[in-house]
């Protein structure tokens, strides 16, 4: 099925260090979410985005809806060893009832 | 209380066996969906529910057939599966099914066939 490119597809960074991730698309959206899923649980909602340039923040994660509405960032400040994980960025236009999901950012920390 | 419960957690079934996956929500959600997923793969979107409904069937196998029979439930019956259908399989709800808003993921089921 259709998906966003997600970049990077995986980071090691050190415990502390500062994170970002990106979705972009060839499609125009209404909706951004991030997830974050642990192996062999399901998606847990981190922010959900609803306007072009909206940035939004949930503890050490912000995430920013672009203005062009064909992407969307994520950044997770001073990363800890339970950061670890893959992100997901997921994207919807209004009136549809898919959301289009990115491949995926798999976030290793080492401590 | 932003939960979606999905039952059971792990499923080993035959090729030959009939099971059922089960989810449920409580948050007065009218819109319902089930994904498939890979290992190292996002979700994968099979069905939508919307009122109770089914709205979208991503031309999944007749294999797998979905139910609602409330609001707050969704089975995805079984039958006949191949070892290829070994996946995670996750249950969503919405408020709605047509508007930007948020979606919630359950826990998911692994599902093993053999």
């Known amino acids: 099925g259709q998906q966003l490119n997600q970049s990077p597809q995986s980071m090691f960074i050190q415990e502390g260090e500062d994170v970002s991730m990106n979705c972009t698309s060839s499609s125009i959206f209404n909706t951004w979410l991030w997830y974050k899923q642990d192996p062999g649980e399901g998606p847990v909602l981190l922010i959900a985005?609803?306007?072009?340039?909206e940035l939004t923040s949930n503890g050490r994660l912000t995430a920013q809806f672009g203005i062009t509405r064909k992407d969307s960032f994520l950044n997770i400040s001073a990363s800890i060893p339970s950061d670890v994980g893959i992100y997901f960025c997921a994207g919807r236009t209004s009136g549809t009832y898919k959301y289009i999901f990115g491949t995926g950012t798999r976030l290793k920390v080492l401590a | 209380d932003t939960e979606v419960t999905q039952t059971p957690k792990h499923l080993v079934m035959g090729m030959t066996n009939k099971k059922s996956l089960k989810c449920e929500q409580h948050m007065g959600h009218r819109a319902m969906y089930w994904y498939k997923q890979k290992a190292k793969k996002p979700p994968e979107l099979m069905f939508v529910?919307?009122?109770?409904?089914?709205?979208i069937n991503e031309s999944v196998p007749s294999r797998f057939s979905p139910e609602c029979p409330n609001s707050s439930l969704l089975n995805l019956h079984l039958h006949a599966l191949q070892p290829e259908d070994s996946a995670l399989y996750l249950c969503?709800?919405?408020?709605?099914?047509?508007?930007?808003?948020?979606?919630?993921f359950g826990p998911g089921t692994r599902l093993t066939v053999l």
């Open positions: 529910y919307s009122y109770e409904k089914l709205s």
């Open positions: 985005l609803y306007k072009a340039g």
């Open positions: 969503a709800s919405s408020q709605q099914a047509l508007t930007t808003d948020t979606q919630y």
